[in-house]
């Protein structure tokens, strides 16, 4: 994955928290780390802020978290090999929640229930142990969020989006930041 300043990474062992607008967070993360990955997989990354919000947390954190979901997006989408529309990921900023989704398959229905536990994977032996939706789980109940698989289906009629409720870490006073 991107290459990451161990600052970001260091930030988290010592749980400092900042407070940022998430549509900046993206952008910057975008150029800064995204756009040469993204470009290695031949995918599109949409941000879209529907109703912009700030949130504080420790930044090294909230980055594991979006690595993971667009780390695994990436590779779902390489894995599905050629089709008619351009490989993209999605998210949407809508307060309190932020939505993350890719234009691929989708999750396969025999994990949909259990897709947040340890060692649930859909990868070939030797390609993932199954642990990183659950450490996304672990880092955002470690601050009193949530992530789920959104109830909405795709056109293969499996389940797609990400949904991450980020009401306990919004920052009222810093909307527009």
Request: contains cysteine; negative net charge; charged residues 25%.
């Amino acid at each position: 994955f991107p290459t990451r300043r161990s600052s970001d990474l260091l930030r988290y062992a010592r749980e400092s928290k900042e407070t940022f607008n998430l549509s900046h967070f993206f952008e910057s993360q975008k150029s800064q780390f995204y756009d040469d990955y993204l470009k290695k997989y031949d995918v599109d990354l949409d941000v879209k802020d529907e109703s912009p919000f700030s949130i504080t947390i420790n930044e090294g954190r909230f980055i594991q978290v979006m690595d993971n979901l667009i780390n695994n997006s990436c590779y779902w989408l390489h894995q599905q090999g050629e089709t008619a529309e351009v490989p993209a990921i999605s998210v949407v900023i809508r307060r309190p929640w932020l939505y993350v989704s890719d234009n691929g398959m989708g999750i396969a229905p025999a994990v949909e229930e259990s897709l947040f536990e340890p060692f649930v994977t859909m990868k070939p032996k030797g390609q993932g142990r199954g642990l990183g939706l659950f450490i996304v789980r672990q880092l955002l109940d470690a601050v009193g969020c949530s992530i789920v698989l959104d109830e909405r289906r795709n056109s293969y009629g499996r389940r797609y989006i990400f949904a991450i409720n980020l009401s306990n870490i919004l920052n009222s006073a810093a909307i527009f930041l």
